[in-house]
């Protein structure tokens, strides 16, 4: 193992460049480690996020050597080979500083794609009985555990080309929530998911399938949207 | 730059969708070609006949071979999205694509093979 | 893309599967053969057969054609979808124009 790391980090904005930094190795380091080292021992104006440092909470994700990943789940040793790495903030998204990405964007088509609850009982009501070995439940279980990490989006070359694309993970979400018996969504919802942005635009490339962190497939969710929103738009429950 | 984004853009499944999209390109631009040389015989036989003879020539037969590999892997290219689409979710989609690109070419060299 | 040019791209797609795999079948037996001008314009003159499957089959690629090039137009050019629209329609129509009389060319 050599003793020390050349590690380019991008520095500034979109207008930024990356500048480089010597990092010494030790075992079992992660990115995220190479990072806060340079951030607590060079450079204190870098800017990054990171959370439970621990791989379940999905804030330190990054471009590593040019893959969106998670920096705490990606060993030096993994990816460092020829002893060189180069970080850079999540691609597809507003660079805020340096490592650090405006979010927002993700998270209005969020709610564009209507991956909102609807509910459609009180309080005062029977709690609705759902079985997990309901076949609806496990198409929606299957998709369910997105914590929003944005690898997948910063992944996507439809997301790259078309800038009203929604995305990956809210059209994953917005297919949990079509499977969901609770919920009122309906056919604003699969109206919301066939409009200009939305499902049809996936070229299935499965970018976002082979990287996202939690094993989820927006692929596959996404291909069911195009059925659901085919068979609607066939009975005339939405418009073209 | 080091390593650039070779792991999800060099993958199997993306090269077949990039492949569906410039092999579709090139069969939207050969199309219109094709249509004008079959039109030929509005001006009689005789003219789509000297039309043929020099697509005789193994330059632009190598080019009918690679026409022939375009149209077979969009085709095959594009039921990898119906199938992803229309069907139940399958594994070993990557193998699949590759035997795909191996069909395609077999054919087109089969094409070849019969014409020299 | 809207449901409309979704549906009506995966539905052209679905029909030309086996037009498809017959073409590239009757070009193999054609070029095969050496066959001449005179051989395929003596099939094809006066084919009601030929007219119909070629026709239908200018008429899916040219749809199939045009939506796909309006894809690629919103996607990897700046052209919007509106412009984008406009240009694969009237790439669409010359396609099924040339198609047409390449058709009505071999057939009558």
Same mark, same amino acid.
């Given at each position: =193992? ?21 990092? #010494? ?36 994700? =990054? ?25 850079? #903030? ?7 500083? $340096?490592?650090?990405? $405006? =979010? ?36 929606? $279980? ?25 995305? #990956? ?13 609770? $919920? ?33 497939? #927006? ?22 | ?20 999209? &410039?092999?579709?390109?090139?069969? *939207?631009?050969?199309?219109? &070609?094709?249509?004008?040389?079959? *039109? ?18 193994? %330059? /632009? ?5 690679? %026409? /022939? ?9 594009? &039921?990898?999205? &119906? ?18 690109? *191996? ?9 070849? *093979?019969?014409?020299? | ?36 001008? @005179? ?21 899916? @690629?040219?749809?199939? @054609? ?21 240009? @694969? ?20």
């Amino acid at each position: =193992m050599l003793a020390e790391l050349s590690v380019s980090l991008w520095r500034g904005a979109k207008d930024g460049r990356y500048e480089t930094y010597c990092v #010494p190795r030790r075992e079992s380091q992660t990115v995220l480690d190479v990072v806060t080292f340079v951030q607590r021992h060079i450079d204190p104006t870098l800017s990054y996020r990171f959370a439970c440092r621990v791989g379940v909470c999905g804030s330190c994700a =990054m471009t590593v050597n040019g893959k969106p990943r998670w920096t705490c789940r990606t060993h030096v040793a993994k990816v460092a080979g020829s002893g060189r790495l180069e970080i850079g #903030p999540l691609e597809n998204l507003p660079v805020i500083k $340096d490592l650090t990405t $405006d =979010m927002q964007p993700f998270f209005e088509k969020w709610q564009q794609a209507q991956g909102v609850f609807a509910p459609t009982k009180t309080r005062h009501e029977e709690i609705e009985q759902i079985r997990p070995d309901n076949p609806a439940r496990r198409l929606a $279980d299957a998709a369910i555990e997105c914590i929003n990490c944005g690898v997948c989006y910063a992944a996507c070359d439809t997301v790259r080309w078309n800038q009203d694309y929604f995305g #990956p993970a809210a059209l994953t979400r917005a297919w949990t929530l079509v499977n969901d018996e609770r $919920d009122a969504g309906g056919s604003a919802r699969l109206q919301a998911v066939a409009g200009s942005g939305g499902c049809h635009s996936c070229h299935s490339h499965q970018s976002c399938q082979e990287l996202c962190p939690q094993a989820l497939n #927006p692929t596959a969710a996404i291909a069911g949207l195009k059925r659901r929103t085919t068979a609607a738009y066939l009975k005339g429950e939405i418009k073209a | 730059m080091i390593a650039r984004g070779k792991m999800h853009r060099g993958s199997a499944l993306w090269i077949a969708a990039m492949v569906h999209r &410039l092999s579709g390109l090139a069969l *939207a631009i050969f199309l219109p &070609l094709h249509f004008l040389a079959l *039109a030929l015989a509005i001006k009689g036989e005789a003219k789509l006949e000297s039309f043929l003879r020099w697509t005789d020539q193994p %330059l /632009v037969k190598f080019a009918e071979g690679a %026409l /022939v590999f375009l149209l077979t892997i969009h085709l095959l290219g594009g &039921l990898r999205v &119906l199938a992803i689409e229309n069907l139940d979710w399958r594994d070993g989609q990557k193998q699949l694509a590759t035997i795909a690109a *191996a069909i395609s070419a077999i054919i087109a060299f089969i094409f070849l *093979a019969r014409v020299f | 893309m809207t449901m409309r040019l979704y549906v009506w791209q995966r539905a052209t797609a679905a029909l030309m599967v086996p037009l498809v795999l017959v073409h590239i079948a009757v070009i193999f037996y054609a070029t095969q053969k050496g066959m001449t001008a @005179a051989d395929i314009l003596s099939r094809t003159h006066g084919s009601i057969m030929w007219a119909s499957y070629y026709g239908l089959f200018v008429a899916a @690629a040219s749809i199939h @054609a045009a939506i796909g090039v309006r894809n690629v137009l919103t996607e990897w050019s700046p052209l919007t979808g509106l412009r984008a629209g406009r240009l @694969a329609l009237m790439f669409g129509l010359l396609l099924a124009a040339l198609g047409a009389r390449a058709v009505l060319a071999v057939v009558l």
